[in-house]
């Protein structure tokens, strides 16, 4: 995952998303970096990502998460069909997080 200089997420990785963590779809293969469409228009200050989830914290303070649903502590959300956990698909703000808000530091500019 990379955020680049214009506060813009792009995701990618060689294996295929099983719980969501790059935000473009369970099993999507997505080798390239590809933007996240569900923040597009939010301006990054930070993320993170993990094998399981990932989180992101715009300019504001507010952390949106993606990926299992139990590790952003969103075990509220209504079920998955057939009881299974594909986690949470898209960018959704997670109301128990907040971030002190500050302006990105220079970062590396990523040619796509």
């Not at 590790?71 to 002190?100: F, N, Q, S, W, Y």
């Amino acid at each position: 995952m990379t955020v680049t200089e214009d506060c813009e997420v792009f995701s990618w990785s060689y294996f295929a998303d099983d719980m969501n963590h790059l935000s473009h779809g369970v099993d999507a293969l997505q080798r390239r970096p590809k933007r996240i469409e569900g923040l597009i228009g939010v301006k990054v200050a930070a993320a993170a990502m993990c094998p399981t989830h990932t989180l992101v914290a715009d300019e504001d303070g507010v952390v949106w998460g993606f990926g299992h649903r139990c590790a952003l502590g969103l075990d509220d959300l209504p079920p998955a069909p057939e009881g299974l956990d594909p986690g949470v698909e898209h960018p959704t703000p997670i109301p128990a997080l907040r971030m002190r808000a500050r302006k990105s530091p220079p970062v590396a500019r990523l040619w796509l």
